[in-house]
């Protein structure tokens, strides 16, 4: 007859035995090694706190400008050909705002 051990969802007997270790300064000793494994969360550094702040106002700046660029198109006003390479740099500008959050982040500590 099969004794059970061979199914995956079958429990052996543990021929180890149970450590307890009731010791405070071997708790601490462990909850020490703990806190060096652990690293907590990558931030910039003081200089650049404000970075991410000051690049979104850029962006939306950008994009008003953007916005304002259109409406002067649309009325007729001015040469639709340079109104529309404006805007071309505004969005290049804009693609490279939103591609130096990879860059910030490999400058975090």
Same mark, same amino acid.
């Given at each position: 007859?099969?004794s059970?051990?061979?199914?995956p ?18 708790q601490?000793?462990k909850?020490?090694e ?5 690293k907590?969360?990558? #931030?910039l550094?003081?200089?650049? $706190?404000? *970075?991410?702040?000051?690049?979104g ?5 950008? @994009? ?8 002067v ?10 109104i529309? #390479?404006?805007?071309?740099?505004? $969005?290049k *500008? ?10 910030i @982040?490999?400058?975090?500590?």
């Amino acid at each position: 007859m099969n004794s059970g051990y061979s199914s995956p969802y079958s429990v052996r007997p543990d021929n180890t035995p149970i450590q307890q270790i009731l010791n405070t300064d071997d708790q601490q000793a462990k909850y020490k090694e703990d806190e060096r494994n652990q690293k907590a969360p990558p #931030e910039l550094p003081f200089e650049l $706190d404000r *970075i991410t702040e000051v690049l979104g106002n850029t962006f939306v700046s950008l @994009a008003d400008l953007h916005r304002m660029l259109n409406n002067v198109k649309e009325n007729g006003s001015v040469d639709k050909d340079n109104i529309e #390479e404006l805007q071309g740099k505004i $969005d290049k *500008i804009n693609n490279l705002i939103l591609e130096l959050p990879k860059d910030i @982040a490999k400058i975090s500590i």
